[in-house]
């Protein structure tokens, strides 16, 4: 078993498509064993985004997300990182897979809907940026 970290964005959360989302994930055999739903401030998105503050789009992505609640989780699984990425699809929804989360509900390449971690060291890190160990319960 591995574990992922999942980010339902703001344009999911202010559509009211999370349960929809979530099932998608849960009927990938991911589990959810972690999760709340907050409001990132602005140090919180600019902290978690830091690897791309030099890019042109850094602003406008940090506004992004703290423009309305995000759901924050903790996925485990079987291969949790490529199962997610796979039933997430493409960062862009044009690319993406038809049944994935982004070809169904992504607005355009930033209003994916999703996040999902890339790597087993991202996902510890982004897993620790949101979670304390104790939250962490599955």
Same mark, same amino acid.
């Given at each position: !078993?591995? %574990? ?7 344009? #999911?959360?202010? %559509? ?14 991911? %589990?959810?064993?972690?999760?709340? %739903? ?49 039933? !997430? ?6 690319? #993406? ?42």
């Amino acid at each position: !078993m591995s %574990r992922t970290f999942s980010i339902i964005k703001p344009d #999911a959360t202010k %559509r009211n498509i999370t349960g929809a989302i979530n099932k998608l994930i849960e009927s990938g055999n991911l %589990r959810i064993i972690a999760q709340k %739903r907050l409001k990132m401030s602005k140090e919180q998105a600019e902290g978690f985004y830091d690897v791309h503050k030099e890019k042109p789009f850094f602003k406008d992505l940090v506004e992004y997300m703290i423009s309305e609640p995000v759901i924050v989780q903790v996925l485990e699984g079987d291969d949790a990182i490529i199962k997610y990425r796979t039933i !997430m699809g493409a960062t862009n929804p044009d690319n #993406a897979e038809e049944g994935t989360i982004r070809k169904l509900f992504a607005l355009n390449i930033q209003e994916n809907s999703v996040h999902g971690s890339d790597s087993d060291e991202n996902a510890v890190k982004e897993i620790d940026y949101f979670f304390t160990k104790d939250e962490i319960v599955g």
